[in-house]
């Protein structure tokens, strides 16, 4: 499946998935890959989650994560969806055999 890509210079993050685009920081992410794959799975999480639901969930992860772990950082890479693309990022054929839902397993 394809995303639009688009460049966003002033954007604070290399990258962003914000369905049903893939938001970069500058030209050279273009290509990227792990950093595309990584979007693309997130892409697929919003999907799957009809994507607002998608942004609560991931809010809401966000911010009892940093309860327990008192850390951004740590709250940040602990969030179920960025586990799921962290563990998988790497992964060229991921999207092609992940199972709905596959970001549960992460819980």
């Known amino acids: ?28 992410d273009l290509n990227d890959r792990v950093l595309l794959d990584h ?14 639901p998608f ?6 992860n966000y911010l009892l994560n940093l309860v327990k772990y008192k850390s951004h950082n740590a709250a940040y890479l602990n969030i179920v969806f960025e586990r799921e693309a962290y563990s998988n990022e790497n992964n060229v054929r991921y999207l092609e055999s992940r199972k709905w839902f596959a970001w549960i397993r992460y819980c």
Not at 1 to 28: D, E, H, Q, R
Not at 39 to 52: N, P, T
Not at 55 to 60: A, E, G, H, R, V
């Open 39 to 52: 979007e693309k799975i997130h892409l697929r999480q919003q999907l799957e989650l009809l994507v607002i």
């Open 55 to 60: 942004y609560l969930l991931y809010l809401l």
């Open 1 to 28: 499946m394809k995303f639009p890509v688009i460049v966003i210079p002033f954007l604070k993050v290399s990258g962003m998935a914000l369905f049903p685009f893939i938001l970069v920081s500058n030209k050279a």
